[in-house]
T-cell receptor, first 115, second 113 residues
Framework: GAVVSQHPSWVICKSGTSVKIECRSL??????MFWYRQFPKQSLMLMAT?????????EQGVEKDKFLINHASLTLSTLTVTSAHPEDSSFYIC???????????FGQGTRLTVV | GQQLNQSPQSMFIQEGEDVSMNCTSS?????WLWYKQDPGEGPVLLIA?????ELTSNGRLTAQFGITRKDSFLNISASIPSDVGIYFC?????????????FGQGTILTVHP
């Protein structure tokens, strides 16, 4: 149980275009999902908290207009990187919180490369 | 923000050896979580700790929540090649922020056959 699936696993896009990444909880409902970014050989840094049916909460220093988050259902959150630039190239990982617990189960990540 | 100090940063060991890594913080936390991340994958939860002093095992892995609630360690006994990866400690503040995790810097483990 508690499977979180991300799509796509990797994507290459041209500078200036937008990319959408999906995060789905496959066998449970998640009122809250989290988006992280991980640069090579570094730790995971929380970008934003995605709440079903309401606006996302962004961490300090994360541009909300650049990283659009939509959590339209209890099993799906999407992260759209708008007007992507090479410096946005990173490993983006989502997680979904099990209701009533501390555990957060992670997706497999999405490798974004902006050329 | 609240920082987690994880050490060591990397370890190179022989197969069969035991491994120990730890995390410390200046703040008190309600939960400690240990994750393993394989290259190109998301982190996978290994052990979750909820009580000060709690000692929990998961196969060859053992983790403890420090009595002061400011530290935790993870031990791996009789290491095998598939233990290779990056191990992260993470803290959860509890309450409505469950799942909003802060991660340590990670420990890169290399196991030589």
């Amino acid at each position: 149980g508690a499977v979180v699936s991300q799509h796509p696993s990797w994507v290459i896009c041209k500078s200036g275009t937008s990319v959408k990444i999906e995060c789905r909880s496959l066998d449970f409902q998640a009122t809250t999902m989290f988006w992280y970014r991980q640069f090579p050989k570094q730790s995971l840094m929380l970008m934003a908290t995605s709440n079903e049916g309401s606006k996302a909460t962004y961490e300090q220093g994360v541009e909300k207009d650049k990283f659009l988050i939509n959590h339209a259902s209890l099993t799906l959150s999407t992260l759209t990187v708008t007007s992507a630039h090479p410096e946005d190239s990173s490993f983006y990982i989502c997680s979904a919180r099990v209701v009533g617990g501390a555990e957060a189960f992670f997706g497999q990540g999405t490798r974004l490369t902006v050329v | 923000g609240q920082q987690l100090n994880q050490s060591p940063q990397s370890m190179f060991i022989q197969e069969g050896e035991d491994v120990s890594m730890n995390c410390t913080s200046s703040s008190i936390f309600n939960t400690w979580l240990w994750y393993k991340q394989d290259p190109g994958e998301g982190p996978v939860l290994l052990i979750a700790l909820y009580k000060a002093g709690e000692l929990t095992s998961n196969g060859r892995l053992t983790a403890q929540f420090g009595i002061t609630r400011k530290d935790s360690f993870l031990n791996i006994s009789a290491s095998i090649p598939s233990d290779v990866g990056i191990y992260f400690c993470a803290r959860g503040p509890g309450g409505t922020s469950y799942g909003k995790l802060t991660f340590g810097q990670g420990t890169i483990l290399t196991v030589h056959p």
